[in-house]
């Protein structure tokens, strides 16, 4: 099932999408799905992992400012020795 969906764009993001629909032999409405889709995709994985990481610390799983920083060093030291 589908629905509708009416909005506005600006000239230049009007004349790229249907550049790219003759491009690619795609109708514009097709280009539009894919792009809403990928939009949508992306920040319920955004929403998704905040959620999740507020679950962690109301539990109390989370890790100490210093010991974050210590590793961070740690790698970067890591990394130094690798490339020299």
């Given amino acids: 099932?589908?629905?509708?969906?009416?909005?506005r764009v600006d000239k230049e993001s009007a004349k790229q999408l249907k550049e790219l629909a003759e491009t690619t032999d795609r109708t514009k409405a097709w280009h539009a799905e894919q792009a809403m889709k990928n939009y949508l995709e992306m920040h319920r994985w955004v929403i998704d992992h905040i959620e999740a990481s507020i679950k962690q610390a109301d539990a109390g799983m989370l890790t100490d400012h210093e010991?974050?920083?210590?590793?961070?060093?740690?790698?970067?030291?890591?990394?130094?020795?690798?490339?020299?």
Avoid at 67 to 84: G, L, N, Q, T
Wanted: hydrophobic share 45%; net charge positive; glycine share 0%.
């Fill in 1 to 7: 099932m589908s629905a509708t969906i009416s909005f």
């Fill in 67 to 84: 010991e974050v920083f210590a590793r961070v060093r740690k790698r970067i030291a890591k990394s130094r020795k690798k490339r020299a």
